[in-house]
């Protein structure tokens, strides 16, 4: 049965927008109150097959979300909030300690905030006081969140910085968006010309490297489109970090927590950063970030960084659960990764060859994206077919998020059962053939 917008969601929807500010909202009319599984019910019961992972958040299951819930409620009785950057606690400590297992050799510095937003702000700091340098770097499309440090770092819409400036100093340079190379390049005859680029341009004419504190990269960009780089690319990122003493900071914020089939994304590209960020999916659900970095970079004076609920008891009780559960489930996790990732890329790329408006499919492990296009040769982005294509698949029963100008994201749970994966994927090609139908007239 098709789901149906009743006047119970109508009704909560009127309510929000007289009382609520405007923040970022999907097209659809979706009003959640519950999941479980791979399915998502809003108020009135309707039922949804889940490829958002609510925005990449309850990436490993409903078991590890269970969990976390039976850890959470014990500590709400226990203890709420311990006030863990003036007092001390053992909860977030024991997590920290597993958390820096999961990282290359040499991570040992671990912060608690309650967003990527606020782990990229610290990210931001921390690599300003250890290099003593004021300059940022980070990509064109990328997204590092809104509050005005990370802020400074976005650059993937107009929307997000508009009328917000003055920004601290921050330099943007092009990101390896292959399918839309700025330089009307293709890979690999490109030579990596983004990164010559780099070198050539903001490195020489623009900010001196030995003033610049870090760059900030996400190994694959989220919200800017869904963009895999190359391989070269992020590898040429290190070198030039490498070469003038720059952290690198890796924002695994959407991508890291097993989304690509490893726990952190750099991981695919044979690369390590100096400074990790991670949100969302660590604590399923509850506010949760965490900045990552080599011990060796060093530590920061008392009082030049904090927060309030950092740390935070029963977010630390959550995580405890769902890192527990994914250590020992990995190497399930991982096959069950590749197995799903191979079955919707071919399911993707059966589709871009059937349709014109399907441009591109790209990613990587179970963080995929599919960017459609008025035509294969204009690649005029389709704006309104992508609306369609995500109103059309939430009246049929499934929830899907966009990105950039006009991709869908396909991230579901990353222990979604083969059975509902294709019914979701007969939803989407259901709906990606009808706008396919309407851009062609």
Known sequence: MKPRTTARIKGIIERDRKVMFTTTRVPYPFV???????????????????????????????????????????????????????????????????????????????FFSNSGTEANE????????????????????SFHGRTLGSLSLTASRNVHREH??????????????????????????CGMACID???????????????????????MQGEGGYILPPKEFVQG?????????????????????????????MDNFGVEADMYTMAKAIAGGLPMGATIARSSLGDIPAGSHANTFGGNLVAAAAANASLDYLNRNEARLKSGIKKRSAMIFKRLNDMKERYEIVGDVRGIGMMIGVELVRSKESKEPAVSESEEVLKNSFENGLILL???????????PLTISIKDLESGLDIFEDAVKAANSSAIR
């Open 402 to 412: 966009p990105a950039g100008m006009s991709t869908i994201r396909i991230i579901p």
């Open 237 to 265: 990122i290190r070198e030039i970090a490498s070469d003038n003493a720059i952290v690198l900071v890796a924002d695994e914020v959407q991508s890291g927590y097993m989304r690509t089939g490893t726990f952190l994304a």
């Open 122 to 141: 610290a990210a931001l700091k921390f690599s300003r006081l250890f290099t003593k340098r004021q300059y940022a770097m980070s990509f064109y499309n």
């Open 164 to 189: 917000f400036g003055p920004f601290p100093n921050a330099i943007h340079a092009p990101y390896a968006y292959c399918y839309r190379c700025p330089f009307g390049e293709e890979y690999p005859g």
């Open 32 to 110: 959640p109150y519950r999941a479980g599984a791979d399915y998502a019910y809003d108020v009135s019961g309707n039922k949804f097959i889940d490829f958002s992972s609510f925005v990449s958040v309850y990436d490993i299951g409903d078991n590890a979300i269970a969990a976390m819930r039976v850890a959470a409620k014990k500590q709400i009785d226990r203890l709420i909030h311990a006030a863990f950057t003036d007092y001390y606690a053992e909860l977030p400590v024991i997590f920290a300690e597993k958390l820096v297992n999961k990282f290359p050799k040499g991570f040992g510095r671990v």
């Open 197 to 219: 680029y780099i070198k050539k341009y903001p490195l020489s004419k623009e900010v001196s490297p030995g003033e610049i504190s870090s760059i900030f990269i996400e190994p």
